[in-house]
């Protein structure tokens, strides 16, 4: 509820409504007993913070006091003028915490819900439900106003008792040694009782609010602040220095540590109770980190009665976050979104970072959406004053289709763009295997951080260099035809020294995947290494070890960057890089090879054999043309904020080119010649038959654009539609590539192709 902003400006809304309705009759009521009505009988807010609560009231108060003029106080009695009784109507609470409908307990003891009607409510809290209307509805009198009052508060108590011991052993089956007292320092708020003349007669019609940012995790800022209010502005060491002389103090020592443990429990019991808060995406539990806004739209969906209508003010990640799908598909499935306007904070929220990304959304509690209206990418609020007029309409199998996976929302901002992805989305995701041919799954080699052991600066002490994103280009593995930087970091072969092996790591990392292929594989049972080493003992007489783990970086193989932008000058940017260099996770690696093992394997040693080829020779080199085409990275654009997020590249698009299909030939030799340059590449461009490499500047911009025009021919789009692509492709200032007169020579050379 905050400071009561919301619900003053809801009252407005709800009063000119009103308003313009009376307005069609002979006579109606005042603005100030509209108000006053309105109040009483349709405004209600939660709010854990008590003083949040008392400045609510009071917005509420004056907001109807406002209406009043002077030669009202002679007209109205004293009951006309009295301010409305609105103590159970603004609320305090934890509205996360407490119940919605009526614990249950089946024969079997297992705890269950009882959905609630207007009639199973009345007849539970009559009594409540009898004492509230007396209070409200004797505001003019106060004496017998507070009896009511009294009486209403001493009803709640004794229900509240009974369901606080219901949500106590719900805690208790998520965290041990939870108490009593640990309960009421979270406030239970039972929405079922605490507003059940609401629910009696029929439930919310309409939520609004703008719920909490924030991850609920101990922060030290937001504890010892209470101790020292210049703690949240001191630089980390001095914090350390400060938070040290802090708990020097007994007192504040126990606060800290029972502060943490207020928010493990809690934080314990949301992970058992919300159902929406740890989606599943390709195999992966993701988790929200109890992110509050997550919680309350999980929240909101409970609250909102079935035909009711929601609107919130959100964080971008609940439209475009891994962790939030499972909000998102019920967005989708179980109710009707009605608008959806997505903004970048362009100093709309002064107090939040410029680069944050938020939306508002409407929908209806009920139904499914089958069409999805919205704008995004917003800078200012004209957009929801003119929706209709600028909006775009999504349809469901766009939505499907575009983020099978995460089900994340497509970022657009013309009705052109989801014409082109509509045709774009006909292909399968790049990583999906379920047929024959070649797929894309990436990965993250080394990490920069924890791996950093096995990196060296000086090129003199390392054998290979240890690649990340800057050290690549488009089709460029070293800086022979454009400026990018050297390597960073070197590594040492595994002969030399394998304790500061950048191999030997990767190699311990991949024996574990081995291992789980080969018992899998096998049908195996009880303890996996005891499985495998069983195994192999009986074929080749020796069980598994590091040595049978066949390093992908033996085989060329295609990597892409991990930072990226809409705003670049191309947001994908891949190559296919020479053996023998490994990379960090700056710099993500398709794996050249599955592990696909049969009987006749099992006699290798070293077990390389179990290491099938994903691609051909020529089919990499037709998915790296495709990965760095104009229409993929047009389709890549609407997906990514700053990097390229691993489950939103496996779940985007490109036609599955292999040998014989059109336009597989002109793709391939085009990206070879652009990628198989220098000495590295020889026994590649072998493989390839003597592939001659483009290595003039004009020629290799010619045969780019070639495999530009061709790669949206391929991908079936029009020339209306590649034209459209072309025109509103973002570009930068000084390009290396990307100019207009590059855009143009693409379009020339669709149309040679198209004829």
Known sequence: M???????????????????????????????RLKKTTVQNNIYGVDIMEPAVEIGKLRLWLSIISELREEDLDDLDVEEIALPNITFNVRQGNSLIGYVSFPEET????????????DSVRSRYEDVIEQVELYEEYSAFPE?????????????????????????????????????????????????????????????????????????????????????????????????????????????????????????????????KYEMQTPTIGGTTQGTENDLSALFLERVFQLTKESGYVAQVLPGAIFNGASTKDLRTHLLDETTIQKLVTFENRGIFPEIDTRYNFGVIAFKNEGRTENLRGIFHQVGMDSLQNFDDVALTIPRRVLRDYSPKARIFPYLQLQREVDVLHTILEHPPISDDSEDGWHAQPYAELHRTSDTDRFVEDPLEGDYPVLGGSNIYQFDHDPTFVDIEPPE??????????????????????????????????????????????????????GLSESDVLLDCTEYRIVFRDVARASDER?????????????????????????????????????HPVYKRVFTD??????????????????????????????????????????????????????????CYGEEFAEMRDRLGGIEPGTEPDEREEVQAELDAASFHAYGLDREQTKFVLDDFYQVNNPRRMTDEYLDLVLEKYDELAT
Request: negative net charge; charged residues 35%.
């Open 2 to 32: 905050g400071s009561g902003h919301f619900l003053t400006s809801v009252i407005e809304e709800i009063v000119n409504v009103r308003q313009a309705l009376y307005a069609r009759r002979d006579s109606h009521p005042s603005r100030h």
């Open 107 to 118: 024969e079997d003891g297992l705890a269950t819900f009882e959905r609630w009607s207007e």
């Open 144 to 272: 017998r106003a507070e009896q009511h009052r009294q009486r209403a508060n001493e009803l709640l108590e004794e229900y509240r008792e009974e369901l606080d011991e219901d949500v106590l052993e719900e805690f208790r089956e998520a965290v041990e040694g939870v108490s009593e007292d640990d309960l009421d320092e979270y406030t239970p708020f039972h929405f079922v009782l605490e507003f059940a003349e609401v629910y009696a007669d029929g439930g919310f019609d309409v939520i609004v609010g703008n719920p909490p940012w924030d991850r609920l995790r101990p922060t030290r800022d937001d504890f010892f602040v209470r101790y020292d209010e210049t703690f949240p502005s001191l630089l980390p060491k001095e914090k350390d220095r400060r938070q040290a002389k802090l708990i020097e103090n007994d007192e504040i020592a126990d606060g800290w540590e029972e502060y943490q443990r207020e928010i493990e429990i809690v934080s314990e019991y949301f992970h058992e």
């Open 489 to 542: 970091f070197w590594s040492v072969e595994e002969d030399i020294d394998p304790d500061t092996s950048a191999k030997r790591r990767i190699r311990e990392k991949n024996y574990r995947k081995l291992k789980r292929a080969l018992y899998y594989a096998f049908d195996g049972s009880g303890s996996q290494i005891g499985f495998v080493n069983e195994l192999l003992e009986e074929h080749r007489g020796e």
């Open 571 to 607: 947001t994908i940017i891949a190559s296919v890089i020479p053996t023998g260099i490994v990379c960090t996770n700056t710099l993500h690696t398709v794996r050249p090879y599955e592990i696909d093992p049969d009987a006749d394997d099992l006699d290798s040693s070293p077990l």
């Open 618 to 675: 020529k089919s990499l080199f037709v998915t790296l043309g495709l990965l760095n085409s104009i229409p993929f990275d047009y389709l890549m654009r609407t997906k990514v904020d700053t990097h390229i997020v691993m489950y939103k590249f496996e779940e985007s698009q490109v036609p599955r080119l292999t040998e014989g299909d059109e336009w597989f030939e002109y793709i391939w030799r085009r990206a070879a010649r652009l990628n």
